[in-house]
């Protein structure tokens, strides 16, 4: 199946599989230290940050393999599954706010942050382009 | 935007992977162009038209 993949599909692949395991290291080590050796001041706000990194370059992998699939049609999937994933967790999250603005839901998000309903989002989006283009695309 | 792709591929007794390879995309590329789902642009067009030898005209024509 790796072998079917265009370059930049395993590129993407490669780069998430080393991202998500930077992620949990990192989120392990913080979670760790918080609980044993609490630090202070700036440098238990610099751990604290530290898990969001790989985070953040998750969007740069899924970015850059937008401008590195050079099959415009596989392309035009990815980007309607950012879209999809984009909207889908900016309303889910814009519906818990409100929830939450009227003391209908607790505090807080249990651990499902926006980048959480931001990758379901990817998976509804490729369900939508195999409904409605016929393939679900790459990512 | 209609097209003979089929037809064409037919003639020549490619396959949807034949083609594809010919024009450096995927099979689901070249499916979902052949299906209507998804115009391609003037390069890929241009390319369609070089692999089989005929003028975009004489594949593509207009809804």
């Given at each position: 199946?790796?072998?079917?993949?265009?370059?930049?599909?395993?590129?993407?692949?490669?780069?998430?599989?080393?991202?998500?395991?930077?992620?949990?290291?990192?989120?392990?080590?913080?979670?760790?230290?918080?609980?044993?050796?609490?630090?202070?001041?700036?440098?238990?706000?610099?751990?604290?940050?530290?898990?969001?990194?790989?985070?953040?370059?998750?969007?740069?992998?899924?970015?850059?393999?937008?401008?590195?699939?050079?099959?415009?049609?596989?392309?035009?999937?990815?980007?309607?599954?950012?879209?999809?994933?984009?909207?889908?967790?900016?309303?889910?999250?814009?519906?818990?706010?409100?929830?939450?603005?009227?003391?209908?839901?607790?505090?807080?998000?249990?651990?499902?942050?926006?980048?959480?309903?931001?990758?379901?989002?990817?998976?509804?989006?490729?369900?939508?382009?195999?409904?409605?283009?016929?393939?679900?695309?790459?990512? | 935007?209609?097209?003979r792709l089929r037809v064409l591929r037919a003639i020549r007794e490619w396959?949807?992977?034949d083609l594809?390879?010919?024009?450096?995309?995927?099979?689901?590329?070249?499916?979902?162009?052949?299906?209507?789902?998804?115009?391609?642009?003037?390069?890929?067009?241009?390319?369609?038209?070089?692999?089989f030898e005929l003028?975009?005209?004489e594949i593509?024509?207009?809804?």
């Amino acid at each position: 199946m790796f072998k079917k993949m265009s370059p930049a599909s395993r590129r993407y692949t490669l780069r998430l599989a080393v991202l998500m395991s930077l992620y949990v290291a990192l989120l392990s080590a913080a979670s760790w230290l918080f609980r044993n050796h609490p630090p202070q001041g700036v440098l238990a706000y610099a751990l604290a940050i530290l898990p969001a990194v790989p985070v953040i370059a998750v969007f740069w992998a899924v970015m850059r393999f937008i401008v590195e699939e050079t099959d415009e049609f596989m392309r035009l999937l990815l980007v309607r599954q950012c879209l999809f994933a984009s909207g889908f967790s900016i309303a889910v999250m814009t519906v818990w706010e409100f929830l939450q603005t009227f003391d209908l839901v607790p505090p807080g998000n249990g651990g499902f942050g926006v980048f959480f309903f931001w990758a379901m989002g990817l998976g509804l989006g490729a369900l939508f382009n195999k409904v409605t283009m016929g393939t679900a695309g790459s990512c | 935007m209609k097209n003979r792709l089929r037809v064409l591929r037919a003639i020549r007794e490619w396959s949807q992977q034949d083609l594809a390879e010919k024009l450096g995309v995927s099979r689901q590329s070249v499916n979902a162009i052949e299906t209507g789902k998804y115009d391609p642009s003037l390069p890929l067009a241009f390319r369609i038209a070089d692999v089989f030898e005929l003028t975009i005209e004489e594949i593509f024509e207009r809804d």
